[in-house]
């Protein structure tokens, strides 16, 4: 039912990826997200050996999606790493998933500078 999808500087990636190489560091600085994160990994272990993360990934779900998708990531981002939004579009392209995917060099996680950009963009896709 879902007919738009628009991702700002997203951890997108697999799972497996994103808990193995990437902790926010807000949630590094968060003894109730660390602690989370230790009891996710105390049930379903660790993600690179348990086909539950695999199962969970929403990259690995994308055949099902219907929704017209635009990604939108700052190259400069500091928070997210942009290479999970690379990942997406690289397998969005191997799944022949029609979408859009913007960079924007000097772009930091909050996308300020480029916000009419992107606004105007997301109007468009909104609009089709």
Same mark, same amino acid.
């Given at each position: 039912?879902i007919r738009?999808?628009?991702?700002?500087?997203?951890?997108?990636?697999? @799972? $497996?990826?994103?808990?193995?190489?990437?902790?926010? &560091? %807000? !949630?590094?600085?968060?003894?109730?997200?660390?602690?989370?994160?230790?009891?996710?990994?105390?049930?379903?272990?660790?993600?690179?050996?348990?086909?539950?993360?695999t199962d969970?990934?929403?990259?690995?779900?994308?055949?099902?999606?219907?929704?017209?998708?635009?990604?939108?990531?700052? @190259? $400069?981002?500091?928070?997210?790493?942009?290479?999970? &939004? %690379? !990942?997406?579009?690289?397998?969005?392209?191997?799944?022949?998933?029609?979408?859009?995917?913007?960079?924007?060099?000097?772009?930091?996680?909050?996308?300020?500078?480029?916000?009419?950009?992107?606004?105007?963009?997301?109007?468009?896709?909104?609009?089709?």
């Amino acid at each position: 039912d879902i007919r738009h999808l628009i991702l700002l500087s997203g951890p997108v990636d697999s @799972l $497996a990826k994103m808990y193995a190489t990437y902790l926010p &560091s %807000a !949630d590094a600085r968060d003894p109730y997200a660390l602690a989370t994160r230790n009891e996710v990994f105390s049930k379903y272990h660790t993600p690179d050996h348990d086909q539950f993360w695999t199962d969970a990934s929403p990259i690995n779900l994308l055949p099902k999606i219907r929704a017209q998708i635009e990604i939108n990531v700052g @190259l $400069a981002d500091n928070t997210v790493p942009p290479e999970f &939004s %690379a !990942d997406l579009n690289a397998a969005l392209n191997q799944e022949h998933i029609d979408h859009q995917y913007f960079t924007y060099p000097d772009g930091s996680h909050s996308l300020v500078s480029q916000r009419d950009l992107i606004w105007s963009r997301s109007l468009q896709l909104l609009s089709s």
